[in-house]
């Protein structure tokens, strides 16, 4: 864990912390993002996501945010609400091809969180199996949702 990383972020240094985040791998910011924000309790650290989508769009930076909003930072109000325009951002720079950001907006439906309707939740489900055949998770929505016809 980058200590400096956490002392940037927590007194609002946005611009060293940014610095910082260029060096590291998305996979690792997204590690120590998750751990600064569940260690920390603070919105700081997703302040501090939202200043890099706006420099940096990127759908993996709209899923770092949807992760942080669904984990660490979920016992906020309106966490939820906020994830899942990040999942939909990410599909839309996706284009509908990278399963992740399908599977995040999906999961809002499936936790019953009422942020999707059926309808978008079987469009969901059928554009992952467009790219997965096999997912176990888009089978059962379309399962779930078949019977209720």
Same mark, same amino acid.
């Given at each position: 864990?980058?200590?400096?990383?956490?002392?940037?972020?927590? /007194?609002?240094? %946005?611009?060293?912390?940014?610095?910082?985040?260029?060096?590291?791998?998305?996979?690792?910011?997204? *590690?120590?993002?998750?751990?600064?924000?569940?260690? /920390?309790?603070? &919105?700081?650290?997703?302040?501090? +996501? /939202?200043?890099?989508?706006?420099?940096?769009?990127?759908? *993996?930076?709209?899923?770092?945010? #949807? *992760?942080?909003?669904?984990?660490?930072?979920? %016992?906020?109000?309106?966490?939820? &609400?906020?994830?899942?325009?990040?999942?939909? *951002?990410?599909?839309? &720079?996706?284009?509908?091809?990278?399963?992740?950001?399908?599977?995040?907006?999906?999961?809002? #439906?499936?936790?019953?969180?009422?942020? +999707?309707?059926?309808?978008?939740?079987?469009?969901?489900?059928?554009?992952?199996?467009?790219?997965?055949?096999?997912?176990?998770?888009?089978?059962?929505?379309?399962?779930?949702?078949? /019977?209720?016809?």
């Amino acid at each position: 864990m980058n200590s400096d990383l956490e002392e940037y972020l927590m /007194n609002g240094d %946005f611009e060293q912390a940014f610095h910082i985040a260029q060096t590291i791998s998305y996979d690792e910011l997204e *590690k120590q993002m998750l751990y600064l924000a569940y260690e /920390n309790e603070s &919105i700081a650290i997703y302040t501090f +996501i /939202n200043s890099l989508l706006i420099e940096l769009e990127s759908w *993996k930076l709209h899923g770092i945010a #949807y *992760k942080l909003l669904t984990s660490s930072l979920s %016992f906020m109000e309106g966490a939820y &609400i906020s994830a899942a325009y990040h999942a939909r *951002k990410a599909i839309e &720079i996706t284009s509908y091809q990278e399963i992740g950001p399908l599977e995040d907006l999906l999961f809002l #439906y499936t936790e019953s969180l009422e942020l +999707i309707s059926q309808p978008e939740a079987l469009r969901l489900a059928k554009d992952i199996l467009k790219l997965d055949e096999h997912h176990k998770l888009a089978k059962q929505v379309i399962g779930k949702l078949s /019977n209720r016809k």
